[in-house]
């Protein structure tokens, strides 16, 4: 635990009624929140159930984890004095440093004395004579306050298969979503890991360095672009800081909230020739400007097609053995459409004479035993077992609460078909209460620090509007969030993304509605359509004044 993270919690130390607002989390999200509602003299607690800042980077600590949009992209833009002195030492720089800057900014701005860590909140329930939000916690504590956000996190539930027998086993076993703090050793050791996603992507080729052994339970190939990945050098970084503001708009207005050089062009609108040089630039490029070679990779499948084809020659290319390499190959569903991974040496890992694939697609795991686990008949032994199982992602950390609307309407009933919001932001029966890159909104496709501080400051601007106009609640309207609902589902099948069994979709969770979640019309696009609501007097959503009289965008 490193001397920035409290010992013990503290409990709160407003009462009920001095609570303005309530956030939940101190990720990113809840650290701008925070600063933001200071500036406006709105009083704030935060609860979190870690002992530290940073969310995502907190908790995910497994070996390689580092971000794949670049660093001078993902970090905060609101303060130019903060952009300007930071100063990261890789183009994508690994979680140590990121946890390392989230600390910085909660101490730059103060922010720790109004967090309460250990923290975990359980229970939110909306008062309707009062006006307000009863919050609860796993401590006991109890706050009202007039507004809620919930700065949660899309990526912040993990998910555990409920493999038999797991309780049985002897040796170690770890999530890459919840990684002990202090180092983990491998050396020497008989690893098995579980899954091939992002997180295992990054993890194995360092796990592989250290251990005796290393056994990959693969069920679906993934796609992935080497980062290219290196010290940050001083000319691109004042390259970046001498204009960081153009840069910054030009992100805000795109369509990932990164700036990958776009290619216009259909991918079928160019010779074949002109097409694989322009793959092999991106490919030596690095990183997911990959999926910006052309502008239709997404959308249409014969484009997609070459997209793919291209990278499933690399990694056959890469891999020696040409049976690993087949096993290693996405073939169906279109690149892109999970999310695509970026990497260092994964597939090269592979070579290495102490790593082993095994395919669980057709024969999966069937159970753990008290040494390994078994699979197809076959026995594994290992000393350690890692889960890179990834998340129930977007609606799985809302749905842990028990959150309850007008009426003691659950969220877990309002979503019961999958996640209901107006812009991602608000649902309808939850008065009050936000949601930070919530379901409905960019969020999970783009570059988050762009996403989160686009609602952060919508959200705290919309409180500061209630506060001019005398108005004390806000809520969606029931047509307009219908109407969002549509389109977000409209979009995304104007793309190919619906076609995979990925996390977007819920498909990594058994039982969950098969929808997709995000909303994929794109970064600026998405930042137009909520400037232009407020522009019309918040047009789709109820605002009430103290006095219950309502005022709508029609007034
Ligand atoms: P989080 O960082 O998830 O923080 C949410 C916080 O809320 C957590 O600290 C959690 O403990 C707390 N919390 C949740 N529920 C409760 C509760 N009931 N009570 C109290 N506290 C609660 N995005 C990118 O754009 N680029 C990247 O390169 C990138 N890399 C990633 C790598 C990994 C390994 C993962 C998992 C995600 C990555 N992401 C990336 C997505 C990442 O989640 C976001 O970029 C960003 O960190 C989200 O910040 P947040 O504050 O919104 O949420
Ligand atoms: O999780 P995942 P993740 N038996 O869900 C497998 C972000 N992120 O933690 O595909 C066998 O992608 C599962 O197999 P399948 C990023 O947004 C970013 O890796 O369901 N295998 C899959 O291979 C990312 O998308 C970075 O068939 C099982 C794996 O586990 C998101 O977080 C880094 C199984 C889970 O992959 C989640 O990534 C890391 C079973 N029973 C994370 N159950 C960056 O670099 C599951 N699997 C920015």
């Known amino acids: 635990m490193s001397n920035q993270e409290s010992s013990s919690s503290q ?44 969310g995502t980077w907190y908790w995910n600590r497994y070996p390689g984890a580092r971000c794949d949009v670049e660093s001078m992209q993902y970090s905060y833009s609101f303060s130019e004095e903060l952009q300007q002195e930071w100063q990261w030492s890789e183009k994508f720089s690994a979680q140590p440093e990121i946890l390392g800057y989230a600390d910085h900014v909660a101490d730059r701005f103060d922010l720790r004395h109004d967090i309460q860590f250990n923290t975990e909140v359980t229970a939110a329930h909306f008062n309707e004579a009062g006006r307000c939000w009863n919050v609860e916690t796993s401590h006991g504590d109890r706050v009202s306050a007039k507004f809620l956000v919930m ?26 979503g919840m990684w002990p703090h202090e180092e983990v050793d491998f050396s020497g050791q008989r690893v098995g890991i579980v899954g091939t996603g992002s997180s295992a992507i990054q993890a194995i080729p360092v796990i592989a360095e250290q251990a005796a052994h290393l056994t990959v339970f693969q069920r679906t190939p993934n796609y992935s672009i080497p980062s290219r990945n290196g010290p940050m050098t ?9 204009d960081y503001e153009s840069f910054r708009a030009a992100a805000r207005g795109s369509k990932n909230g990164v700036l990958t050089n776009p290619n216009e062009v259909s991918a079928l609108a160019v010779s074949e020739e002109e097409r694989q040089q322009v793959y092999e630039r991106r490919w030596e490029g690095g990183g997911t400007y990959f999926m910006a070679a052309f502008n239709d990779l997404a959308t249409n499948q014969q484009s997609n097609d070459t997209a793919a084809a291209f990278v499933r020659d690399k990694i056959r290319n890469i891999v020696d053995d040409p049976e690993v390499a087949e096993l290693l190959v996405a073939k169906d569903y ?39 686990l078994v699979t197809d008949g076959r026995r594994f032994e290992f000393d350690a077992i890692v889960f890179a199982t990834g998340f129930d992602a977007m609606t799985g950390t809302l749905l842990k609460m028990d959150i309850q609307g007008r009426g003691g309407l659950t969220l877990g009933k309002k979503w019961e078909a999958g996640p209901r919001t107006y812009l991602g932001l608000m649902s309808e029966g939850f008065p009050n209460m936000f949601m930070i890159t919530g379901p409905g909104s960019p969020s999970v496709l783009s570059n988050m620090m762009v996403s989160l501080q686009q ?76 400037d232009e609501i407020v522009a019309k007097g918040y047009k789709g959503f109820r605002l009430q004044k103290s006095a219950h009289r309502e005022v709508t965008a029609a007034e």
């Open 11 to 54: 409990r709160a130390k407003l009462s009920p009624d001095e609570v303005d607002v309530v956030v939940v989390g101190a990720g990113f999200s809840g650290l701008y929140l925070l600063h933001r509602l200071r500036a406006l003299g709105m009083r704030t607690q935060v609860f979190e159930t870690a002992s530290g800042v940073g």
């Open 151 to 176: 700065a949660t996190g899309c990526l912040s539930s993990t998910r555990m298969p409920d493999f038999k027998g797991l309780e049985s086993y002897t040796g170690k076993t770890y999530h890459t």
């Open 455 to 530: 609602h952060v400051d919508w959200v705290v601007d919309s409180l500061e509007y209630l506060r001019s106009g005398g108005l004390d609640a806000i809520e969606p309207l029931r047509e307009a969030e219908d109407e969002w609902v549509e389109h977000v589902n409209a979009v995304a099948h104007q793309t190919l993304f619906p076609q995979a069994n990925s996390w977007y979709m819920g498909a990594n969770i058994p039982g969950k509605p098969r929808l997709f979640m995000p909303y994929i019309g794109g970064v600026g696009t998405y930042r137009e359509e909520c």
């Open 234 to 242: 001083p000319e691109y970084e004042h390259d970046w800081k001498s």
């Open 334 to 372: 279109p690149i892109g459409t999970k999310r695509i991974c970026v990497d260092t040496n994964y597939f090269e890992t592979f070579n290495r004479d102490n790593v082993t694939l095994v395919d669980v697609r057709d024969a999966p795991i069937e159970e753990i035993t008290e040494t390994g």
